[in-house]
């Protein structure tokens, strides 16, 4: 209950004092690139009930966001202010709407598509049983995953075989040893390496 209140105040509060750079971001995605400014998939949330993620649009002529295609490492697409936004994980702001309407945590695994899911069921319906988050360990040890995934010859096999098992178990790890005081020190390691990565 605690967390619930917690997320509800903190996202609300995060909404309504980024809205002006909300709304630039929104604005600048449209002059460049026609189109829609939200990215939507459906991504796998809590007891493996589906919902629909937004991202802000950061891949020009994005195909239809419900499906499960893997982009990760594909640099081709990436729009210009793409680049920045998904550098200051930017594009992710739109994810306080899922955890306002109580679809996601702030802290929590991140949700992924059904093709991951099913790839791994056990460990999943493990780690489904927390909302899933828009940061947790596994994002920030992961924080440069579109740079690692670039640099290899097959990135989704990549991901299926090392990325995401070690993922899973640091969700699992996360599920085990929760506390909101875990959550809160999270957040603040997530903005800190937001603002490394940001020097380097």
Do not use: C
């Given at each position: 209950?605690i967390?619930r ?16 750079v909300?709304?630039?971001?929104a604005?600048i995605i449209?002059?460049e690139d ?5 990215f939507?998939?459906?991504r ?5 009930k589906?919902?629909?993620?937004y991202k802000f ?6 195909k239809?966001?419900?499906n ?9 697409r990436?729009t ?7 550098k ?5 702001l ?5 955890v306002l ?6 802290v929590?695994?991140r949700p992924e ?15 489904l ?22 640099n290899v010859?097959n990135?989704?096999?990549y ?6 098992p ?6 699992t790890?996360?599920i ?9 020190q999270i957040?603040?390691r997530?903005?800190f ?7 380097l």
């Amino acid at each position: 209950m605690i967390k619930r209140v917690f997320d509800i105040l903190a996202s609300a509060s995060f909404l309504l004092i980024l809205l002006p750079v909300e709304i630039i971001i929104a604005l600048i995605i449209y002059n460049e690139d026609r189109g829609t400014v939200f990215f939507r998939q459906n991504r796998i949330g809590l007891n493996q009930k589906p919902f629909t993620l937004y991202k802000f649009r950061s891949m020009s002529n994005t195909k239809i966001s419900s499906n499960d295609n893997f982009d990760a490492g594909d640099q081709s697409r990436v729009t210009k202010i793409g680049k920045i936004i998904r550098k200051t994980k930017l594009d992710e702001l739109p994810q306080l709407y899922n955890v306002l309407i109580g679809d996601m945590s702030l802290v929590g695994p991140r949700p992924e598509v059904k093709k991951w899911v099913d790839i791994y069921p056990h460990q999943w319906a493990i780690v489904l049983t927390v909302k899933p988050g828009i940061t947790d360990n596994a994002a920030i040890l992961y924080r440069n995953e579109e740079e690692i995934l670039a640099n290899v010859k097959n990135p989704e096999l990549y991901y299926k075989e090392i990325i995401l098992p070690q993922k899973l178990n640091i969700y699992t790890n996360y599920i085990l040893n929760h506390s909101f005081i875990g959550d809160i020190q999270i957040i603040f390691r997530t903005i800190f390496s937001i603002i490394q990565k940001q020097k380097l």
